[in-house]
Nanobody, 115 residues
């Protein structure tokens, strides 16, 4: 089973940027769906962005234009570039891998945006 490890979270002021990384322990080339989710205190986990093996991307309306998801299959890593961060982006961000043979979550990385 492929393990996922997120990194890159932290404390940033509103308007700032962060780049999250999701490093997989194995090849992600055959994983059809890689996604970033987030969960704020007291709220349900929600999809932020996803990318397929073919490179198709999907974004939540709340982050469109501010967030870019990308994947580097050679490095077995998925990235989430977040710009113009807002306090409402504060949450734990999770990486997810899903395909016919895998359904895994990372442990999460905290993102805190101060006003």
């Amino acid at each position: 089973q492929v393990q996922l490890v997120e990194s890159g979270g932290g404390l940033v002021q509103a308007g700032g940027s962060l780049r999250l990384s999701c490093a997989a322990s194995g090849s992600i080339g055959s994983i059809n769906f890689m996604g970033w989710y987030r969960q704020a205190p007291g709220k349900q986990r929600e999809l932020v962005a996803s990318i397929t093996s073919g490179g198709s991307t999907n974004y939540a309306e709340s982050v469109k234009g501010r967030v870019t998801i990308s994947r580097d299959n050679a490095k077995n890593t998925v990235y989430l570039q977040m710009n113009s961060l807002k306090p409402e982006d504060t949450a734990v961000y999770y990486c997810k891998a899903f395909s016919s043979w895998i359904n895994s979550w990372g442990q999460g990385t905290q993102v805190t945006v101060s006003s």
